[in-house]
């Protein structure tokens, strides 16, 4: 059983210095439309381009999980993604002027903080999940890290970590349900070792750290050297050593909070799989490099899954519109008209809907001696689907003509014979602009995936 998408009521900005670079960077949240998922945007780059959370665009994950589209960058998004997920938000549109998101205290509560304050809101459309229904696992041998996911009717995480050292141990956590995350994860700051801490003080990576956003353990002798080295670096007369092992200024929340912050990017970096989860996941030995391999794993087995999902629809049923509504509205007829019902219509989806006979003209000449319908022809069909789509959104349809600007990603599954019955489902990808329409679009016949294909249009008026 579904429930319903959720956004935020108004936009809301926090300031804050980012790890790596040491600028000063603002973020801001902002509401964005059902459907539209998780979404960076560069607002320090020309175009402002925009960059999905999704796992298809990990690129590095030294770090932090690093995002890269057509060579623009958002670096460790781990955290802002985690306040996201366990405030229960869908769809979400992130400024941020510059590479990286503030590291504020090395956690997700100031992101969470500021989110609650823009308040939360429900939004018409239902969610969509993916269910469990067998163990899916990933290891990386290098590392020896695991990661599985086991079937559960909710969402839920435990982390199991050692670190091999006297002074961090082995630590256990576990965050039952996403509605703990606030009160439970969300506080649990990131953390380093000494001789992290002195890698990256060395080779200038590590200019927004101090002592207020990173636990340092200390896992080395603390020489005159280092000593100086980090008092430099964190603006400090002394840096000393806590009786617990950590560098001082810092009082632990949890006694495992190492392990706490591990299940934050854990449910950070996950949550580029794009969809709701229903699972179980147990991680051994957490890292963004098998958090995320695990992500583009399930993001696959997800896209896979959507992709093979036929839609079922009672064909016996009136359709919204028949073959003359649609050439009310579409300039195309016989014999290049390659759609005879629409069955579903939204301001951002389309579902129509062919009959396959003996009788079409291309028949003739297209293997008569075995008839398969041509693939350019099932394309076109998908593009006269979006052609009602994108005309539905003027209110004179009949002064515009739709053109086609390009293809990608075109696949060719199964055959297409007379006597099918073709299904086809066209979703807009982002919101129509300048008249330009960029959809997904699917074909389906006899319960399979036939064809799919990203596609692009325009609509531009008639000459008088």
């Known amino acids: 059983m579904s429930d319903k998408q959720r956004t935020i009521k108004k936009e809301v900005s926090l300031n804050g210095v980012g790890l790596h670079t040491g600028k000063l960077v603002e973020l801001t949240f902002k509401p964005a439309e059902a459907n539209t998922g998780?979404?960076?945007?560069?607002?320090?780059?020309?175009?402002?381009?925009?960059?999905?959370?999704?796992?298809?665009?990990?690129?590095?994950?030294?770090?932090?999980?690093?995002?890269?589209?057509?060579?623009?960058?958002?670096?460790?998004?781990?955290?802002?993604?985690?306040?996201?997920?366990?405030?229960?938000?869908?769809?979400?549109?992130?400024?941020?002027?510059?590479?990286?998101?503030?590291?504020?205290?090395?956690?997700?509560?100031?992101?969470?903080?500021?989110?609650?304050?823009?308040?939360?809101?429900?939004?018409?459309?239902?969610?969509?999940?993916?269910?469990?229904?067998?163990?899916?696992?990933?290891?990386?041998e290098e590392s020896g890290s695991e990661i599985m996911i086991m079937p559960s009717?909710?969402?839920?995480?435990?982390v199991m970590v050692d670190f091999g050292t006297k002074i961090l141990g082995t630590q256990n956590a576990t965050l039952k349900k996403i509605s703990d995350f606030k009160k439970e994860i969300a506080n649990a700051r990131t953390f380093s070792f000494l001789h992290e801490i002195e890698m990256l003080l060395d080779n200038d990576l590590i200019k927004g750290g101090d002592l207020n956003n990173a636990i340092v353990y200390v896992d080395k002798p603390l020489s005159d050297k280092t000593m100086e080295k980090l008092s430099k670096a964190f603006k400090k007369k002394k840096v000393t050593i806590k009786p617990n092992g950590i560098l001082d200024n810092l009082t632990l929340h949890w006694p495992n909070e190492a392990a706490r912050h591990k299940l934050l990017d854990v449910i950070g970096d996950i949550a580029l799989v794009g969809t709701r989860l229903k699972g179980k996941?147990?991680?051994?030995?957490?890292?963004?490099?098998?958090?995320?391999?695990?992500?583009?794993?399930?993001?696959?087995?997800?896209?896979?899954?959507?992709?093979?999902?036929?839609?079922?629809?009672?064909?016996?049923?009136?359709?919204?519109?028949?073959?003359?509504?649609?050439?009310?509205?579409?300039?195309?007829?016989?014999?290049?008209?390659l759609i005879d019902r629409i069955l579903e219509l939204s301001d951002k989806h389309v579902v129509g809907m062919k009959n396959v006979t003996m009788n079409e003209p291309h028949f003739v000449g297209h293997f008569p001696?075995?008839?398969?319908?041509?693939?350019?022809?099932?394309?076109?069909?998908?593009?006269q689907c979006g052609g009602i789509l994108v005309l539905s959104s003027v209110p004179d349809p009949e002064n515009y003509l739709t053109y086609f600007m390009k293809m990608n990603n075109v696949k060719f599954k199964q055959k297409v014979l007379p006597g099918d019955t073709l299904i086809f489902k066209a979703e807009l990808m982002s919101p129509i602009r300048r008249g330009i329409c960029h959809m997904q679009a699917y074909g389906y016949a006899n319960g399979k995936l036939v064809v799919e294909a990203e596609l692009m249009a325009q609509i531009v008026k008639k000459d008088k």
Request: overall charge negative; charged content about 30%; hydrophobic content about 40%.
């Open 281 to 337: 996941v147990i991680v051994n030995k957490p890292g963004h490099k098998i958090n995320t391999d695990f992500a583009k794993k399930l993001y696959k087995i997800i896209l896979l899954e959507k992709r093979n999902k036929v839609p079922k629809f009672d064909l016996n049923q009136r359709p919204l519109m028949d073959i003359h509504e649609i050439m009310n509205i579409l300039p195309h007829r016989p014999p290049f008209l």
């Open 153 to 158: 009717d909710h969402y839920e995480v435990t």
């Open 369 to 383: 001696g075995a008839p398969v319908m041509p693939g350019v022809l099932q394309i076109e069909a998908m593009a």
């Open 38 to 140: 998780i979404r960076f945007v560069r607002t320090d780059l020309e175009g402002k381009p925009e960059i999905e959370a999704l796992a298809t665009f990990v690129k590095k994950t030294q770090r932090g999980t690093n995002l890269e589209k057509n060579g623009v960058s958002i670096n460790t998004s781990e955290h802002v993604l985690a306040a996201i997920v366990g405030l229960d938000i869908d769809n979400i549109i992130i400024e941020v002027n510059s590479p990286e998101p503030p590291i504020m205290d090395g956690s997700s509560k100031f992101f969470v903080e500021s989110l609650e304050k823009a308040g939360i809101i429900e939004q018409d459309s239902d969610r969509e999940y993916f269910e469990v229904k067998e163990v899916i696992s990933h290891r990386d």
